[in-house]
């Protein structure tokens, strides 16, 4: 009898915890089934499982790419799927099949974790460049996991680092002639310009004159942008939504949103959790912060869109890392300093958003566009993405290797010069001195 | 990729669909059905020649009536390795290596991919014994060699083709290339192979 009962009390456990764990997968808190903490860049939608996983399927490649295929486009991916995929490399594909991310990026593994952000092999460019030194002479004493890390290489994006690209800009000075960002572009207007009298909200409505007053100088009303075209209601057949959310900001700056809700701070609601809040965050954040949500008001404020707060003051009013907190003593912090009282040149300041939300230039025929990017992810890690889009913009590239590969100098937000050299600008050079050399011969 | 580019990856994609038309209509004229009534059988050998007819053709139009025209004849434009930071032409080896990758995209009944025995990219030397053999052989006999191989429990059917100069501008750029291994490759000379590679077996 006691046997039993024994057994019927180990069934109903068994069955207990069955149903919490189904019970659990219905509901947005997957905690329960988390193996191990997720990576930098993923670990906002850990608890979006689905966001990657196919359940008894695995991480197909498309999860990958549904979010990074586009990047790896842009940046000319060194070693897309397609370098490996022809069948001569189907030997060295059974030890390590370089065509799908996870095979190098585990998730999960949180002690595998390297400083780019990513768990990756330490010495994965020895498989197939084992005998680099032979055409490089000049690598002969280098270590295969100095590669991606001394600031020369990387796997995916070597668009500010390929050899011809560092000799094309091998003779440039640590700060351009002109060093400026480009300026951005306005938004096609909807209408005539509108002053405050002309706001069209509901007269049923009780309206806090400041608020109008702030929305009356913006770009919003100089371009004509009325109360409506924002306070738009998601249900149809409600004319009027109080607290528009990144929906109503999307129907006139599409790009803008894309980039957020791919970003650090969309990236949760893009994957149907609740909105980024500092309290989530794995960086040092203000203990005063922590309780708030991010979307595009939370950094543009809702009426007064001052794009010189969002680039700036929004950000320090979370982030408190050491990086941050040392911006406001950097030569960068000064130019902007000067550009915003009217001292310097329009593009001449570096706020937080010139380095980490950059003004990306576009052009297709005769047409020339400025948009901010605002997906961080874009060219935060590894740093190396940040040269061409930004820091190019007002440094050499020389001088621009060298500051991103001072991890001491960039906590130091740039305070100082770089303490070390990276030589790949200089063996570029010195090949192309000795080719000339031979072809004299 | 720029409009130029893909219009040259769709007309040669164009191209194999057409040769694999051609296989599948075959003599009978109609679809797979009709080749199975009529009795007609291609081998992987006509498969892979029909393939490189449209690689080949395809590879010397671009190189002669795209790339030396304009860059080397008329001087409107330039050919370059960095072609989307550089605003210019894809250098045909580019070009016929973002076909190849289209093409894989698409199936995996084929595969083709060029490589030399002298080539600038290292890792485009040959990599496979029969490759090796391959490069060699055509190199020698300017006549296509054909192998089967097994390569990760795998088996293929490998034909190497050669790759000759069709244009001055292949020439130009190899002969001065500061990471070519040679520097007197010449007008019409083989200068590698195209490799097109038919899998015999799912294993």
């Known amino acids: ?302 009426h007064k869109f001052d794009t010189t707060r969002a680039a700036l003051d929004s950000c320090l009013g979370c982030h408190a890392d050491n990086h941050s907190k040392s911006y406001k003593d950097s030569p960068h912090f000064k130019l902007w300093q000067e550009e915003v009282s009217g001292i310097g040149v329009p593009g001449s300041g570096v706020s937080c958003a010139t380095c980490h939300l950059p003004r990306e230039s576009h052009k297709k025929g005769d047409d020339k566009w400025v948009l901010v990017q605002h997906n961080q992810n874009k060219n935060l890690q590894p740093n190396e993405k940040m040269i061409r889009g930004v820091c190019m913009e007002c440094h050499g590239l020389s001088f621009s290797i060298d500051a991103l590969a001072d991890p001491v100098l960039i906590e130091r937000n740039f305070q100082g010069q770089p303490s070390r050299h990276v030589e790949s600008v200089d063996m570029a050079v010195q090949r192309a001195i000795e080719d000339l050399k031979r072809k004299k011969k | 990729m720029t409009i130029i580019a893909r219009t040259v990856c769709a007309l040669t994609l164009g191209g194999f669909f057409l040769a694999a038309l051609a296989i599948g209509c075959g003599s009978g004229g109609g679809g797979s059905g009709d080749n199975q009534e009529s009795g007609t059988i291609f081998t992987p050998r006509m498969m892979a020649d029909a393939l490189y007819a449209v690689i080949e053709s395809d590879r010397t139009v671009y190189t002669r009536e795209v790339v030396d025209r304009l860059q080397d004849e008329e001087k409107v434009i330039k050919a370059s390795e960095h072609w989307k930071d550089d605003k210019a032409l894809p250098l045909p080896a580019q070009m016929f290596r973002m076909g190849a990758k289209m093409a894989s995209d698409k199936t995996n009944v084929f595969s083709y991919s060029l490589l030399s025995l002298w080539p600038i990219n290292k890792q485009n030397a040959p990599k496979t014994e029969v490759e090796k053999q391959g490069l060699e052989a055509v190199a020698e006999r300017q006549k296509p060699f054909y192998a089967k191989e097994t390569l990760g429990g795998k088996t293929f059917f490998t034909a190497v083709y050669p790759d000759a100069a069709v244009a001055p501008a292949c020439i130009n750029c190899h002969n001065n290339h500061k990471d070519s291994p040679r520097s007197d490759f010449k007008l019409g000379k083989t200068m590698g192979g195209v490799v097109i590679r038919i899998p015999l077996s799912q294993r």
Not at chain 1, 267 to 285: D, F, K, N, Q, V
């Open chain 1, 1 to 302: 009898m006691r046997t039993r009962t024994s057994w019927g009390l180990l069934v109903f456990c068994n069955l207990l915890i069955g149903a919490f764990f189904i019970w659990r997968l219905q509901t947005d808190n997957q905690q329960a089934f988390l193996p191990g903490e997720a990576t930098h860049g993923h670990h906002q939608i850990e608890l979006a499982c689905e966001a990657c996983h196919i359940p008894f399927e695995g991480v197909p490649q498309k999860a990958c790419l549904d979010c990074h295929a586009e990047e790896l486009e842009m940046a000319n991916d060194s070693h897309a799927e397609s370098v490996f995929s022809d069948p001569r490399n189907l030997a060295e594909l059974e030890l390590l099949n370089a065509r799908l991310c996870v095979s190098c990026h585990v998730e999960h593994r949180p002690g595998m974790v390297t400083s780019m952000g990513v768990t990756v092999p330490d010495d994965h460019c020895f498989h197939c460049h084992f005998d680099i030194a032979e055409q490089r002479p000049t690598h002969t004493e280098m270590d295969f996991n100095t590669c991606a890390t001394a600031g020369c290489h990387n796997f995916h994006d070597n668009r500010a680092l390929y050899e011809d690209f560092l000799l094309e800009h091998s003779d440039e000075p640590g700060v351009l002639v002109t060093p400026l960002v480009s300026k951005r572009d306005e938004p096609e207007a909807l209408g005539p310009p509108l002053s405050f009298g002309d706001h069209d909200a509901p007269a049923d409505r009780e309206v806090d004159p400041a608020l109008l007053a702030e929305w009356a100088g913006t770009v919003h009303a100089r371009t004509g942008v009325n109360c409506s075209d924002c306070h738009v209601a998601e249900d149809p057949k409600a004319l009027w939504d109080d607290s528009p959310t990144h929906k109503a900001c999307k129907s006139c700056h599409e790009n803008e949103v894309s980039g957020f809700l791919g970003g650090k701070h969309g990236m949760r609601i893009a994957s149907g959790l609740s909105p980024m809040s500092p309290s989530l965050a794995r960086l040092s954040m203000d203990p005063e912060a922590m309780e708030r949500e991010l979307g595009c008001t939370s950094c543009h404020d809702a």
